[in-house]
Structure formats: structure tokens, C-alpha cells
């Protein structure tokens, strides 16, 4: 079974652009978490999608943003970038919106803004 | 608002010693509990989980959690810990509304 996949492995940006992150979620996984991690501090929950549909946020700013696709794959939009932005991003999905179901995780997509 | 708190953010052991991380979750309603492990140059991986019945759960690896609702907490133990047990380690709560909330991890170093 291939796991969570994300792309890229690694994205450079500069102030005020705008990044897109992809998350692949596993065969047959309805439901997409996205989380940043910044250095020294823990997951921090993004956003939730089940089924095409945004099911909660975390508390951040609007700016990031994103959604989910018929085939259940997810973007992550993160606009006007700011240096604090600069963080490992983990996307992980879940077979169903139950939430006793664990989460698996893909690597992540390191976002660096210069 | 619900958090997850981990008491200690490394931890030191040698072989053989007994291991207990620390977990606590602030929030009211009915909640789902994991704890997730993060090998060296691995991805998260989920090491035992706790939704209803036995509150004493054992997952993988020898690795054993209780939840006591009492005191809002889920502590990770194993009695006898190995090299390969060195790892960040992090507990999360799930709500039913889907959120998902995790602690801050424990990096665990097990010398040989």
C-alpha cells in the first residue's frame, strides 16, 4: 500500500509570494489533515477535509487556505508569505471522518521563505 | 479550547530503564487519544490509540498507555526500553468536531 505522498520534497519562496503544497492521501482515505510545523515547536493543526468538503481550520490566518479534490488528493495554499511561514508542512489522511481512526502521515514539504 | 500538553521535552535513558511520558489533554467532551512516534529520518507513525473500552491500550513495540479520564491524562510507558526506541514522541487528541490537536513532543535518547 503506498503511503501519503507530498510534493515538493522542498520549496524556496521569498516574501510575498505564494506557495502551493499537494498531499496524495492513501487508497480509499476520504479525509486530509494539513499541519505546519515550525522549528522547536509542535504540529500545529491547519485544516481538515472529508469528502471535497473544508470540516475545520486551526487557528490561522486566512491566507492559508487550500482544498480537496474529487479523487481526495489536497492542496495547500499559503499567499502572501511571510518569513514566519518558514516550516515543515505535514499532510496525513484517514480512512473515514470517524475520529478514532489514527492519522497517517506523509514526509512533509519543507517551506523556506528567504 | 482543547491542548495536549507533554511534561517532558527530552528524555534520557539508558537501556533497560523503565520509560513514562507524560500526557495531559484540556478539553470536556468525549475525546480520542493517540500517541505517535517519529523514528530518525521516518515519517509519524502511529505507536497506540484509545477510543472506548479497556483504558489500559497496548500498541506496538511493547508500548502501553492509561487513560485515567479522572486526571485528562494518557501516559505512554514501556518497562524496559531499547536503543531503537530513541525518537521524538507525540501525544494528540482528537474531538469529535475533527480537530485534531497534538503536544509538543518528547525526544526520548536511549543510550546503549
Known amino acids: 500500500e503506498a503511503g501519503v505522498t507530498q510534493s515538493p520534497t522542498h520549496l524556496i519562496k521569498t516574501r510575498g509570494q505564494q506557495a502551493t503544497l499537494r498531499c496524495s492521501p492513501i487508497s480509499g482515505h476520504t479525509s486530509v489533515y494539513w499541519y505546519q510545523q515550525a522549528l522547536g515547536l509542535g504540529l500545529q493543526f491547519l485544516l481538515w477535509y472529508d469528502e471535497g468538503e473544508e470540516r475545520n481550520r486551526g487557528n490561522f490566518p486566512p491566507r492559508f487556505s487550500g482544498r480537496q479534490f474529487p479523487n481526495y488528493s489536497s492542496e495547500l495554499n499559503v499567499n502572501a508569505l511571510e518569513l514566519e511561514d518558514s516550516a515543515l508542512y505535514l499532510c496525513?489522511?484517514?480512512?473515514?471522518?470517524?475520529?478514532?481512526?489514527?492519522?497517517?502521515f506523509g514526509d512533509g514539504t519543507r517551506l523556506s521563505i528567504l | 479550547a482543547q491542548s495536549v500538553s507533554q511534561h517532558n521535552h527530552h528524555v534520557i535513558l539508558s537501556e533497560a530503564a523503565s520509560l513514562e511520558l507524560g500526557c495531559n489533554y484540556s478539553y470536556g467532551g468525549t475525546v480520542n487519544l493517540f500517541w505517535y512516534v517519529q523514528y530518525p529520518g521516518q515519517h509519524l507513525q502511529l505507536l497506540l490509540k484509545?477510543?472506548?473500552?479497556?483504558?489500559l491500550v497496548k500498541g506496538i513495540k511493547g508500548f502501553e498507555a492509561e487513560f485515567i479520564k479522572s486526571k485528562f491524562s494518557f501516559n505512554l510507558r514501556k518497562p524496559s526500553v531499547q536503543w531503537s526506541d530513541t525518537a521524538e514522541y507525540f501525544c494528540a487528541v482528537n474531538t469529535n468536531a475533527g480537530k485534531s490537536t497534538f503536544g509538543d513532543g518528547t525526544t526520548l535518547t536511549v543510550k546503549p
Open positions: 496525513a489522511s484517514s480512512s473515514d471522518r470517524v475520529s478514532n481512526q489514527p492519522q497517517h
Open positions: 484509545y477510543f472506548s473500552g479497556d483504558p
